[in-house]
T-cell receptor, first 114, second 113 residues
Framework: GNSVTQMEGPVTLSEEAFLTINCTYT??????LFWYVQYPGEGLQLLLK?????DKGSNKGFEATYRKETTSFHLEKGSVQVSDSAVYFC?????????????FGTGTLLAVQP | DAGITQSPRYKITETGRQVTLMCHQT?????MFWYRQDLGHGLRLIYY???????DKGEVPDGYVVSRSKTENFPLTLESATRSQTSVYFC????????????FGAGTRLSVL
């Protein structure tokens, strides 16, 4: 079945460092891919998405490119801030059945130190 | 713009008790979902619903019951709570055809003693 694998955390960085969080997927067909972010004590919110191969999703300085050849959707940011500290989830859309569902990775905790 | 609200935010209960977690959305989204979040597992789908009176099992449905008599409400009931159901529960909703984006509530932290 479809699945998502993302790098384990925690990832600890200093402010202004470069961030990469790896995400790879297994899927039949052509799913949409997502990054969600969960700030402490809150629910998940969509960070960015890509719906087809070679699409680049971007938001708040974060970027991820849908790479079909490597089945990857790595999250990157050039210069992280303390306020980026959160848990990041990679997800893909699962079209099996009558309702489109999302399959999530296990999440990666990012801690940014001043 | 209330969005999607979950209640209670925190709940402590005892083994064997029945507990109901509430989820209410103001957008009239057709799809609604219940997840549990556990360390090392990420989010796992418990139940989902395509519309009022249409529900289906997700990945981990055992021990849970849902209903959806109205589009805006999707309560999750633990019929006889167990310690393994200690978790953070999230409700989400989405609109069919809108790129599968799901919108999440703030969560309910449940502790079963």
């Amino acid at each position: 079945g479809n699945s998502v694998t993302q790098m384990e955390g925690p990832v600890t960085l200093s402010e202004e460092a470069f961030l990469t969080i790896n995400c790879t997927y297994t899927a039949t067909g052509y799913p949409s891919l997502f990054w969600y972010v969960q700030y402490p004590g809150e629910g998940l919110q969509l960070l960015l998405k890509a719906t087809k191969a070679d699409d680049k999703g971007s938001n708040k300085g974060f970027e991820a490119t849908y790479r079909k050849e490597t089945t990857s959707f790595h999250l990157e940011k050039g210069s992280v801030q303390v306020s980026d500290s959160a848990v990041y989830f990679c997800a893909l859309s699962d079209y099996g059945g009558a309702t489109n569902k999302l399959i999530f990775g296990t999440g990666t905790l990012l801690a940014v130190q001043p | 713009d209330a969005g999607i609200t979950q209640s209670p935010r925190y709940k402590i209960t005892e083994t064997g008790r029945q507990v109901t977690l509430m989820c209410h959305q103001t957008w009239s989204h057709s799809y609604m979902f219940w997840y549990r979040q556990d360390l090392g597992h990420g989010l796992r789908l418990i139940y989902y619903s395509a519309a009022a009176d249409i529900t289906d099992k997700g990945e981990v449905p055992d021990g849970y019951v849902v209903s959806r008599s109205k589009t805006e409400n999707f309560p999750l009931t633990l019929e006889s709570a167990t310690r393994s159901q200690t978790s953070v529960y999230f409700c989400a909703s989405s609109v069919p055809g809108q790129d599968d984006i799901q919108y999440f509530g703030a969560g309910t932290r449940l502790s079963v003693l």
